[in-house]
């Protein structure tokens, strides 16, 4: 197999499928320029309570979001969200084996003064990344001279990099031009990932939770369930 490709847009506080989407690639795309969706995963994300998964969510300014893209969203910083979502991080995920550890680095993390949402997301990402030991080349869209919109981007992107084989979520099914793909020699495997039943607290398990409960239960060493290493370019 050729270079493994893949992208997706900027999340917060991401997903166990989202980091091994990276892991599994080559090169991947990290799309700060597309827009900005409301109640997505960009700006928020779950964790696991006594009552319950709870949303955290970065506050953000609205106005002018319809026509904005990712890149020009600022975080509304009026709103003391930094220190709420790390009160309720510790709150529920302080009896966890690795809270001790990882919490202080979370910390310093959120003491980051950033008010660019997607420049927030990349920062964060690189620290998901090197604490996963995850060493795909990591390229962001606004730094690429590529403009297309949805199917054509993605091709373009494969393109670009001299991709053979893209790495997609399973959503791509609604919007991909496989035909386009094929045509190029490109091919296409939509993710099936498999999510991990791991050390929980609070109950029963209950998957899709952001990547710090998996990260708090089981530790940064814990990361064999991720698909392969990325073999650079």
Same mark, same amino acid.
């Given at each position: 197999?050729?270079?493994?490709?893949?992208?997706?847009?900027?999340?917060?506080?991401?997903?166990?499928?989202?980091?091994?989407?990276?892991?599994?690639?080559?090169?991947?795309?990290?799309?700060?320029?597309?827009?900005?969706?409301?109640?997505?995963?960009?700006?928020?994300?779950?964790?696991? %309570?006594?009552?319950?998964?709870?949303?955290?969510?970065?506050?953000?300014?609205?106005?002018?979001?319809?026509?904005?893209?990712?890149?020009?969203?600022?975080?509304?910083?009026?709103?003391?969200?930094?220190?709420?979502?790390?009160?309720?991080?510790?709150?529920?995920?302080?009896?966890?084996?690795?809270?001790?550890?990882?919490?202080?680095?979370?910390?310093?993390?959120?003491?980051?003064?950033?008010?660019?949402?997607?420049?927030?997301?990349?920062?964060?990402?690189?620290?998901?990344?090197?604490?996963?030991?995850?060493? %795909?080349?990591?390229?962001?869209?606004? %730094?690429?001279?590529? %403009?297309?919109?949805?199917?054509?981007?993605?091709?373009?992107?494969?393109?670009?990099?001299?991709?053979?084989?893209?790495?997609?979520?399973?959503?791509?099914?609604?919007?991909?031009?496989?035909?386009?793909?094929?045509?190029?020699?490109?091919?296409?495997?939509?993710?099936?990932?498999?999510?991990?039943?791991?050390?929980?607290?609070?109950?029963?398990?209950?998957?899709?939770?952001?990547?710090?409960?998996?990260?708090?239960?089981?530790?940064?060493?814990?990361?064999?369930?991720?698909?392969?290493?990325?073999?650079?370019?």
């Amino acid at each position: 197999m050729g270079l493994i490709f893949s992208a997706h847009q900027p999340a917060y506080l991401p997903w166990l499928g989202y980091v091994e989407k990276i892991s599994r690639a080559d090169v991947f795309v990290f799309l700060d320029t597309v827009q900005f969706e409301k109640n997505s995963f960009i700006n928020r994300n779950k964790i696991k %309570t006594a009552q319950g998964s709870r949303w955290l969510t970065i506050p953000v300014k609205m106005k002018g979001h319809i026509n904005a893209t990712l890149y020009d969203m600022l975080v509304d910083e009026t709103q003391a969200w930094r220190d709420k979502h790390l009160k309720s991080i510790e709150m529920n995920y302080r009896k966890t084996p690795h809270f001790e550890e990882c919490f202080p680095k979370l910390v310093a993390l959120y003491s980051i003064p950033e008010s660019n949402l997607a420049e927030l997301c990349w920062h964060q990402l690189q620290f998901w990344l090197a604490e996963f030991d995850i060493k %795909t080349s990591v390229v962001r869209s606004s %730094t690429l001279p590529i %403009t297309s919109k949805k199917s054509e981007l993605v091709l373009d992107l494969c393109k670009h990099f001299g991709a053979d084989h893209y790495m997609s979520g399973v959503l791509g099914k609604d919007y991909l031009d496989e035909s386009a793909f094929s045509a190029a020699g490109i091919q296409i495997e939509y993710q099936n990932f498999q999510h991990p039943i791991y050390p929980q607290l609070w109950g029963d398990f209950e998957p899709y939770m952001c990547i710090i409960d998996y990260w708090m239960n089981c530790g940064p060493a814990s990361n064999n369930f991720f698909k392969g290493e990325s073999h650079g370019i």
